[in-house]
């Protein structure tokens, strides 16, 4: 009989850990936590992680099984990214060896061994200096610039969070470069998180030309290879800097000194499925863990690091002007209610694009709407294409053509003849990129328009093509969905049409607003941002909105403060804390009931929680099935997080029905 039981994390959703025998001819006393061992686990073979070696278990020992084999000599993990991991576990209530395995880059979840390759030998770090390569050619950092780099480096080694608003080009990011500059002296290693790597590639070419050190970036466009090779080099203190999407919150680092999230606002930095966590807050808390400093970068802040500000628990760094000679654009409302048959481009927007178009300069469109029309309508019977799967219209493609789910990705031919009526009265309505396209190319048949959506840019390569077409064309119209509102530096365009912007103004969801601004603001972020002055068209049917109107005339502060008094007054986040169980099951009422018993046990368990629903998700019906949602609301985090608990416990012991499929969305950013 063995004395010694492994106590394992393994990667099941099942929120315990399981115990399991050495093997005979292992000394369990020399094994260290925070190993990858391999064992059996009912038919399959699993990869999981040490947690504690332990004299005691509450399993018979004669149904404990022996490992199969201990993959790692060292911990796989850093201290501080195990512990990030048992925080994030208990905060958003996901089995802990889902965490640790999904910290993992895949192929070390498979087991393979955690080697780096030769090339980049550990020697390498020794001959490293944070050589800047023409410090001659860097400009001077104005006051603002200067006090912000100043502030974050005087604080010693310890946690901080700093909130950076700057205007877009601002210079955030040259603030940002000379603050890496002083830690990559001091021998420190610096993690940059960004939204959307594989959209900036400028970005990291600018990472890469100021500094001649090993920089990582970790994106969805490297091999399971590539990935495995940057975050050993990490771990191993050879890549003195990483800049990745939210999942790099994981990577451990020999000697980390600095977290920076730049455009902290950005919704990407939460997961939206599975492990459904956010990689500012886990940022936040990873830097805590390790007592460095973080710097939270935006145009834009969101208002939960605005309130954080203002409740002092960061320091406020701010660069109100652009950098260098160039000015913030002006912005005009252009009234679109009664202006039919334009094709989305309003005889204002036309002529300025012409004005602009003639100086060589180039225009951006910008329309969150892909596709050519987001309805096909029969005009005799007006039959609208559904989704078989979900409860949302058919997007109309032409190019392939196609009609489309954007939900669940179905794709359907178009039909010639009205499926309802069996007319030939079918008709596109409403406009996307594709169809703006199209009617701009009639417009200027001249001149290059350069379109950018999902749509086009999904094949590797295909968006470097098209920035570099960008960059080489004097005159152009870049005509695209938000992925052109996101960093892009085009030095050229000097005006921005918003040619709808009515989409975040009437939403259901309390953060549309939110939402709104920070968009029309990013995008208008794009223009003029060299020598040439810019201007900013939004074409809207509500010129008269008052958040509109705020925003464009007293700017984002004032917007942001007025969205804030606001979320006060309903107690909405960040004044009260949410989580939303949502559930999905072929029949409605399955879903319904599952969530109602949830709610019962609520109820009965906790007083100072509020839970309201189950109501209908976003989209009541999707890839056919049924979804409910049931909101919890709160004051304060530890009300919340006690109601959760405690339910979750409870419903560990019911038996929830296999037809229903359910998840817990701590802090959502989607209701
Ligand atoms: P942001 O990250 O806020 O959008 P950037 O750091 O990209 O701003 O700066 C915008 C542009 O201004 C870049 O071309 C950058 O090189 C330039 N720039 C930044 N700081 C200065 C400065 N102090 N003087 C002159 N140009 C600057
Ligand atoms: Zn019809
Ligand atoms: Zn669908």
């Given at each position: ?7 394992i ?31 059996p686990f ?15 278990t509450a ?15 060292q911990?796989i ?33 498979k ?6 390759k030769?090339?980049?030998?550990t ?17 001077t ?11 974050v ?7 901080q ?17 000379r ?12 993690l940059?998180l960004?939204?959307?790597?594989s ?11 100021r ?8 994106h ?5 290879q ?9 771990k191993?203190?050879i ?5 990745g ?14 977290i ?46 605005l309130?954080n ?6 320091t406020?760094l701010s ?16 009234d ?10 309003s ?22 709407r ?12 007006h ?22 789910c ?32 199209q ?14 959506d999902?749509?086009?840019t999904?094949r ?6 098209l ?19 996101k ?15 009515d989409?975040?103004l009437?939403?259901a ?14 995008v ?15 074409q809207?049917?509500h ?5 509109l109107?705020?925003?464009l ?20 986040p ?11 099951a ?20 906790v ?38 608990k ?9 038996a ?5 499929k ?10």
């Amino acid at each position: 009989m063995s004395s010694y039981f492994l106590r394992i994390a393994l990667p099941t959703p099942l929120n315990r850990l399981f115990d399991y025998l050495p093997t005979a001819a292992l000394d369990p006393t020399g094994l260290v936590p925070g190993i990858r061992v391999q064992v059996p686990f009912q038919s399959r073979t699993l990869v999981g992680i040490l947690t504690a070696i332990v004299t005691e278990t509450a399993v018979a020992q004669t149904k404990l099984k022996p490992i199969i084999a201990v993959l790692d000599d060292q911990p796989i993990l850093s201290v501080d990214v195990y512990q990030l991991c048992q925080w994030a576990a208990n905060y958003y209530h996901y089995a802990l060896g889902e965490v640790l395995t999904s910290a993992l880059p895949v192929l070390l979840r498979k087991g393979k061994p955690a080697t780096l390759k030769q090339k980049s030998k550990t020697k390498k770090k020794l001959e490293i200096t944070a050589t800047i390569d023409d410090p001659a050619l860097l400009p001077t950092l104005n006051t603002a610039q200067q006090t912000a780099v100043t502030e974050v480096l005087n604080t010693k080694q310890s946690f901080q969070v700093f909130l950076l608003d700057g205007v877009t080009g601002s210079g955030k990011t040259e603030v940002y470069l000379r603050i890496i500059a002083e830690k990559l002296a001091q021998q420190l290693q610096v993690l940059v998180l960004v939204p959307e790597i594989s959209l900036t590639p400028q970005t990291i070419e600018r990472f890469r030309a100021r500094f001649s050190v090993p920089i990582v970036a970790l994106h969805s466009h490297l091999s399971e290879q590539q990935r495995l090779q940057g975050w050993l080099s990490a771990k191993l203190g050879i890549a003195q800097i990483v800049i990745g999407t939210r999942s790099a919150i994981f990577t451990p680092f020999a000697q980390l000194g600095l977290i920076i999230i730049d455009e902290e606002h950005d919704t990407s930095f939460k997961q939206q499925d599975r492990f459904r966590y956010h990689g500012r807050d886990l940022a936040i808390m990873r830097a805590s863990l390790t007592s460095i400093p973080i710097v939270l970068g935006s145009a834009t802040p969101s208002l939960e690091s605005l309130l954080n500000m203002q409740r002092q628990r960061s320091t406020y760094l701010s660069l109100p002007m652009r950098a260098g000679d160039a000015t913030l654009p002006t912005f005009q409302l252009v009234d679109v209610r009664r202006m039919t048959g334009t094709q989305g481009l309003s005889p204002i927007l036309l002529n300025a694009m012409h004005a602009h178009l003639s100086q060589q300069q180039q225009v951006m469109l910008f329309l969150n709407r892909r596709g050519y029309a987001p309805v096909l309508y029969c005009i005799t019977c007006h039959w609208t294409a559904k989704c078989q799967r979900c409860d949302t219209r058919m997007v109309f493609h032409k190019n392939p053509p196609r009609l489309h789910c954007h939900h669940c990705d179905a794709r359907t031919l178009i039909p010639t003849q009205c499926p309802q009526c069996s007319t030939n009265t079918l008709q596109p309505v409403g406009i996307g990129t594709q169809r703006l396209e199209q009617t701009l190319t009639q417009h200027f048949p001249n001149i290059p328009i350069i379109r950018l959506d999902r749509d086009n840019t999904q094949r590797k390569g295909a968006l470097q093509a098209l920035l570099m077409q960008i960059n080489q064309s004097p005159q152009a119209i870049l005509l695209g969905t938000q992925m052109l509102a996101k960093g892009h530096h085009f030095p050229r365009v000097t005006l921005v049409g918003v040619t709808d912007a009515d989409q975040g103004l009437f939403s259901a969801d309390f953060r549309a607003a939110e939402h709104m601004g920070q968009l029309l603001l990013q995008v208008a972020g794009r223009a003029g941002r060299a020598e040439k002055p810019g201007t900013v068209l939004i074409q809207t049917r509500h010129p008269e909105h008052p958040l509109l109107q705020l925003l464009l005339q007293q700017g984002y502060a004032a917007f942001a403060e007025t969205l804030l008094a606001e979320r006060k007054q309903f107690s909405l986040p960040p004044y009260a804390y949410f989580a939303i169980f949502r559930a999905e099951a072929a029949r409605e009422e399955q879903a319904v009931n599952f969530l109602m018993n949830i709610k019962r046990l609520s109820a009965d368990l906790v007083k100072t929680v509020h839970v309201s629903g189950p109501i209908p998700g976003f989209l009541p019906k999707r890839k056919g099935m049924h979804c409910q949602q049931l909101l919890i609301k709160a004051t304060q985090r530890s009300l919340l997080q006690d109601c959760l608990k405690a339910v979750l416990m409870q419903l560990e012991k019911l038996a929830v029905p296999t037809s229903v499929k359910w998840v817990l969305d701590v802090d959502p950013i989607e209701l």
